[in-house]
């Protein structure tokens, strides 16, 4: 199973901080949706596929980003035209497209794990709001590995469905799945717990003091 | 927060990526695909209450939004978010909390009538409450016509509905441990 988009590279978008590169996308957002204006979309857009062609990722990544949004894209310009007229509909078309393009650029260009570790270094600053890190990172990494398992599970019980010629019912498929899941989380809870893990002390740890 | 409340939140969340394997049926009408995964924040709400379900949800959502394909179709990343359906997405962690929240009050029993009131305001009335507003803000069209183009959906929601209540039923009479832990 592919878990990430990420393609491999070395240019000055792959360098730079996964943070930075989630604000600017933010940002982007905001001024995009703050000024509907079709020469500031024209823009962005051209800016953004200079972007891609810079970084040397070339027309075909683009066209694989669009294609699936085609559809979309057509649907909600095809509103617009007939809606108001054919301005308003390349703007918001192009907007939408500039916005998708430059956070599938954030995704393309940043591993799934250093996102991952600039989402708990973020988490830091809501120490004060009662989040615990360490319990995110938990809950974080174990999703990640019961993905997989889940798919696993949920292919096994409709095979076994299929042959009593259940394949087709959702509640079929949904509660042996379920049931497994929460008997699962009982053994995992435990195994977490049998090797001592401690949910991560609030205080910080004494750091040097016990050292004879 | 317990270990085992860690877990919870860990497989509802990877529950609700594995909703999202059955093959979606996509409408014709604005991009918004019909898919099993709008299940996972009711059932999250439903079996494991408000706070458990609420972080759950919220936990997928980061996923996806580092890039996992997690959403129906093999989706994800950052830029789907911000897409069309990137409000019924936000709106899950919120609507699954309501909905823990509601169950909870109830002592996780609130009957028939009960269970539908709740799935249909919180499930079905608060999720398109955030996601058409957000529909209408990225297509630029006006409330009342990203509502209509939503309201192919209504259908599909309400059989969601059925089978939520049937599986959440189902799954505490196979696991009563289920409603007598917090």
């Not at chain 2, 823990?100 to 009960?114: D, S, T, V």
């Amino acid at each position: 199973m592919i878990l990430s988009d990420y393609i491999p590279g070395t240019g000055l978008l792959w360098r730079l901080p996964p943070g930075s590169k989630l604000l600017a996308l933010a940002a982007l957002g905001t001024l995009l949706l703050a000024v509907p204006r079709l020469d500031l979309a024209a823009l962005t857009f051209a800016a953004v596929i200079a972007l891609y062609l810079g970084s040397g990722l070339g027309w075909r990544v683009i066209w694989r980003i669009l294609r699936p949004m085609l559809v979309i894209l057509a649907v909600i310009a095809g509103a617009q035209w007939w809606l108001f007229d054919a301005l308003s509909a390349a703007m918001v078309a192009l907007r939408l497209a500039a916005l998708l393009l430059f956070a599938s650029l954030v995704t393309l260009t940043t591993r799934a794990s250093d996102m991952i570790a600039a989402f708990e270094r973020a988490l830091f600053w809501l120490r004060p709001l009662g989040v615990n890190p360490a319990k995110v990172s938990l809950a974080l990494s174990l999703a990640l590995r019961f993905i997989p398992v889940l798919g696993a599970i949920t292919a096994e019980v409709r095979e076994a469905q299929r042959a009593r010629g259940l394949e087709r019912s959702v509640i079929a498929t949904a509660v042996p799945v379920i049931v497994r899941l929460l008997k699962m989380a009982d053994d995992i809870a435990d195994a977490i717990e049998a090797r001592g893990y401690d949910p991560a002390p609030q205080s910080p740890r004494p750091t040097g003091d016990t050292r004879p | 927060m317990s270990t085992r409340d860690i877990v919870h939140i860990a497989l509802f969340a990877a529950l609700t990526a594995a909703l999202g394997l059955f093959p979606p049926l996509t409408l014709p009408a604005v991009g918004v695909a019909i898919t099993a995964q709008s299940m996972g924040p009711m059932l999250a709400g439903a079996l494991v209450g408000a706070k458990r379900g609420g972080l759950a949800l919220a936990l997928f959502y980061v996923l996806v939004a580092v890039g996992m394909p997690l959403l129906a179709g093999g989706r994800g990343g950052m830029g789907v978010l911000l897409g069309a359906s990137g409000g019924f997405v936000l709106a899950w962690p919120i609507a699954a909390f309501a909905i823990g929240w509601a169950y909870q009050r109830a002592r996780f029993n609130p009957g028939l009538p009960g269970e539908l009131a709740i799935l249909a305001v919180f499930g079905i009335g608060l999720v398109y409450l955030i996601g058409v507003p957000w529909i209408s803000a990225v297509a630029g069209l006006s409330l009342s016509q990203a509502f209509i183009g939503s309201l192919g959906f209504i259908p599909g929601d309400l059989i969601k509905i059925a089978v939520v209540i049937a599986v959440t039923r189902t799954v505490r009479r196979a696991y009563p441990a289920l409603s007598q832990g917090r």
